[in-house]
Nanobody, 125 residues
Framework: QVQLVESGGGLVQAGGSLRLSCAAS????????MGWFRQAPGKEREFVAT????????YGSDSVKGRFTISRDNAKNTVYLQMNSLKPEDTAVYYC??????????????????WGQGTQVTVSS
């Protein structure tokens, strides 16, 4: 069984940066496609970014493109989300997810079968 543990969340002022990490443990495989999702209070969970095992990336809304960067270190079984120029509307719980049955990255949350517990990101104005 694979477990995902996110870290790196916290409170930051608008314009600041955070780097989230997602460490996989257990019966891991660097072939998994990985993704980041977020859920703001009172809203549905939304797709942020996804990455294939060879580093092909796709980003969600235009609001994160150019500000967020997803990357991975397969040797460390870790995926990162670098978030720059943070805005109050980026406030959410950020979740890491893995597709254990596919190497193809996807923006659809129902295609991910392993999820982390989430890490809170709060951006103050």
């Amino acid at each position: 069984q694979v477990q995902l543990v996110e870290s790196g969340g916290g409170l930051v002022q608008a314009g600041g940066s955070l780097r989230l990490s997602c460490a996989a443990s257990g019966r891991t495989s660097s072939n998994y496609a990985m993704g980041w999702f977020r859920q703001a209070p009172g809203k549905e969970r939304e797709f942020v970014a996804t990455i294939s095992w060879i580093g092909v990336t796709t980003y969600g809304s235009d609001s994160v493109k150019g500000r967020f960067t997803i990357s991975r270190d397969n040797a460390k079984n870790t995926v990162y989300l670098q978030m720059n120029s943070l805005k109050p509307e980026d406030t959410a719980v950020y979740y890491c997810a893995a597709r254990s049955m596919s190497v193809v990255p996807s923006p659809r949350e129902n295609e991910y079968d392993i999820w982390g517990q989430g890490t809170q990101v709060t951006v103050s104005s």
